[in-house]
């Protein structure tokens, strides 16, 4: 199936699975269901629009990339969270940096084997990760104000509905290509949208963008590691290494950064 395809399916899914918990949720804390149009309307296409945005360059980025250059170049947004904070007027402590350069020189050592040479499809997966960089600062900005569960619900509504249009107007329909990759799709729905994202709305209710952008990078670490329990891969020096630098990248920006935080008041780069 298309990438636009893909996507539809899966965001629409993710927001499915999570309807009931809003749900449970409401009855909960006895609040309104009900879509707020002043509250709701403006976070909800926003993040709706990026979220779109950036899964259709990584989706269709793929499709003339390697998976490793991939993961390195969208992993760039590491690097790019707090370049943004400083374009919004936010300033970032220097242990977020050198965290996110630690990030990234791990990143690098674990996606990219053999020389990196820059291909058209690499320049889109690279717009993706500037855009993976904008959506965090916007679930920074909106998780609290509209919660957790209703955010991710509305913003995967938001990309289904623009993938699904776009995958009408630009792609073919083959049943047998959903019936085939039935699996992908369930599990893009529930763990990837549903769970993975969701938990990060969850949890950027109080973790800086900074720190969630490191955080967040960890996944090609966890791949390397689950194709080593799972997939029975070999885990190369080089590969540990790569790991072992994007670990500490991530305890320097929150060990670091908060040590310099109270020490100092103005201590900000």
């Given at each position: 199936m298309g990438p636009f395809t893909f996507n539809a399916l899966r965001?629409?899914?993710?927001?499915?699975?999570?309807?009931?918990?809003?749900?449970?949720e409401g009855k909960r804390r006895k609040s309104s269901l009900q879509f707020n149009v002043k509250q709701n309307l403006v976070p909800a296409l926003l993040t709706g629009l990026v979220l779109f945005a950036g899964a259709s360059c990584q989706q269709i980025g793929l499709l003339g990339t390697t998976a490793g250059k991939a993961g390195f170049i969208t992993g760039l947004?590491?690097?790019?969270?707090?370049?943004?904070?400083?374009?919004?007027?936010?300033?970032?402590?220097r242990a977020h940096w050198l965290g996110a350069l630690l990030a990234t020189a791990g990143l690098y050592l674990l996606s990219v084997k053999r020389g990196f040479t820059i291909a058209p499809y690499d320049l889109i997966v690279l717009a993706g990760a500037f855009i993976w960089a904008g959506h965090v600062h916007l679930?920074?900005?909106?998780?609290?104000?509209?919660?957790?569960?209703?955010?991710?619900?509305?913003?995967?509504?938001?990309?289904?509905?623009?993938?699904?249009?776009?995958?009408?107007?630009?792609?073919?329909?083959?049943?047998?290509?959903?019936?085939?990759?039935?699996w992908p799709i369930i599990?893009?729905?529930?763990?990837?949208?549903?769970?993975?994202?969701?938990l990060q709305v969850v949890a950027q209710r109080r973790a800086e963008p900074a720190h969630a952008a490191i955080i967040l990078s960890l996944e090609g670490a966890f791949a390397?590691?689950?194709?080593?329990?799972?997939?029975?891969?070999?885990?190369?020096?080089?590969?540990?290494?790569?790991?072992?630098?994007?670990?500490?990248?991530?305890?320097?920006?929150?060990?670091?950064?908060?040590?310099?935080?109270?020490?100092?008041?103005?201590?900000?780069?």
């Open positions: 965001f629409t899914l993710g927001a499915l699975a999570l309807i009931p918990l809003l749900i449970w947004y590491v690097v790019l969270v707090p370049l943004l904070a400083l374009l919004w007027g936010r300033r970032t402590h679930i920074d900005r909106y998780a609290r104000e509209v919660g957790a569960l209703r955010l991710s619900i509305l913003q995967f509504v938001i990309c289904g509905l623009l993938s699904g249009g776009a995958a009408l107007s630009f792609e073919s329909f083959d049943p047998r290509g959903v019936i085939e990759g039935i599990y893009g729905g529930f763990l990837s949208v549903g769970l993975a994202y969701t390397a590691l689950g194709g080593w329990l799972v997939l029975n891969e070999l885990l190369t020096l080089r590969d540990l290494a790569g790991c072992g630098l994007m670990f500490a990248g991530m305890l320097v920006s929150q060990i670091l950064g908060k040590r310099l935080k109270s020490e100092t008041k103005g201590g900000e780069l």
